[in-house]
Structures are given as C-alpha cells and as structure tokens.
C-alpha cells in the first residue's frame, strides 16, 4: 500500500489556513449533489465502532430556514436567513440498533443496550467528530461555514426529530462565504502554550 504524501499548500490552506467561518453568503445556490457530496466524504471519517450516530436535516427551502431561524438568536437566525443551506447536526440515541450493519465483526450493540450514560456520552462525543469532518469536507469541496449554537435545542428537536430518538448537537450554515461578513482572525497560539509531549 502506498504511503501517503502530505497535501501541499494550496490544499492545507483551504481547507484550515485560509478557512473561516463566515457570517453571511453570496447569493449563489448550493445543489443537492453537493449535499450528497458532502455525506459521502464526512461518513467516512472515523467514530466508535463505526457507530455514525450524526443525523442531519439540510434546512434548504425557505420554509425549513424560517421554520430554523424562529428557533434560535435573533444574530444567528439572519444568518440562518441569508444561507443557501443551513445543516442541523442531530444525534440519534438509538445508534447503537445500526451496529449489527455498521459493525459486524462482533455484537457491539451489547456494549451500548441498556447503558444509557454510554450511549450519551459515544453519540455526542462521534455526533461531534462528524461535525467537524462535515466542515472539513465542505471546505474540501470548495465551501464555506458558519457552525453555531445559539439556538433551543428542544425546540429544534421537536421542530425537526420529532417521534425519534434523534437529539439536535450543533447547527451550520453553508454555501459560498461572503468575504464582507467576517472579521480578522482571532489569534491561534503556537504548539507550546497548549501543548506537551510526554
């Protein structure tokens, strides 16, 4: 198997150095093809046991966006407003019922049937890990983001997981970062105060 070569500046920079988090999009639509491109490269990123607990609603028509926006800060629902897309990131409490699918090499579901703190504690925990790879994928396919909280997360669940055991994590914003609406970058300290090597 060949090894792999670091991705080279133009690519680092897309998808960290330059990336930002934006506050507002360009009027330019986002398809879902590149919804669907987006899954297809985040679900492959790692979680426990391949457990993929993340569930995502893509608010992409306008009804869905006001139905959002109603839900969260005042700041964050204009935000909500002016994307082409926004993503919630939800997390279905139930992962574990895929396992025997998504895990088959041994029965992992037992792990997690009954032990409800073990179930919080995995879907958030991976429900997050995917978060983070559905910007990173975003970013890889030539978009932009605006995760946030701000927003009522049981409203939100009943808006849009009702009758599931799907519980919503974070939302995000999506499509063509407008430059105008972001501001400098706030600082990013070097290896040393944050971190050690043992």
């Not at 629902?77 to 897309?85: D, N, Y």
């Not at 990131?89 to 703190?117: C, K, Q, V, Y």
């Not at 063509?176 to 600082?187: E, H, K, L, N, T």
Request: charged share 20%; hydrophobic share 40%; with cysteine.
């Amino acid at each position: 198997m060949p090894i792999n070569q670091p991705l080279d500046d133009a690519a680092l920079d897309q998808i960290f150095r330059s990336a930002r988090t934006y506050n507002g999009f360009l009027d330019r639509s986002v398809s879902e093809e590149q919804l669907h491109a987006i899954w297809d490269l985040m679900k492959m990123g790692p979680t426990s046991a391949n457990c993929l607990p993340a569930r995502i609603v893509w608010c992409a028509s306008q009804d869905a966006k006001e139905k959002l926006a109603a839900l969260a800060m005042p700041e964050n629902g204009e935000k909500i407003l002016s994307a082409p897309v926004t993503a919630i990131i939800g997390m279905d409490l139930e992962f574990h019922e895929e396992l025997p699918d998504l895990f088959p090499h041994t029965d992992a579901r037992s792990w997690f049937a009954g032990n409800d703190e073990l179930i919080q504690s995995t879907a958030f925990r991976n429900s997050s890990l995917q978060g983070a790879y559905f910007i990173i994928a975003a970013r890889a396919l030539g978009l932009d983001t605006g995760p946030m909280s701000g927003f009522d997360n049981d409203a939100v669940d009943a808006a849009f997981y009702a009758g599931t055991s799907i519980k919503s994590n974070f939302i995000s914003t999506l499509g063509y970062g407008d430059p105008d609406s972001i501001f400098d970058r706030s600082p990013r300290p070097e290896f040393s105060r944050f971190n050690s090597i043992a």
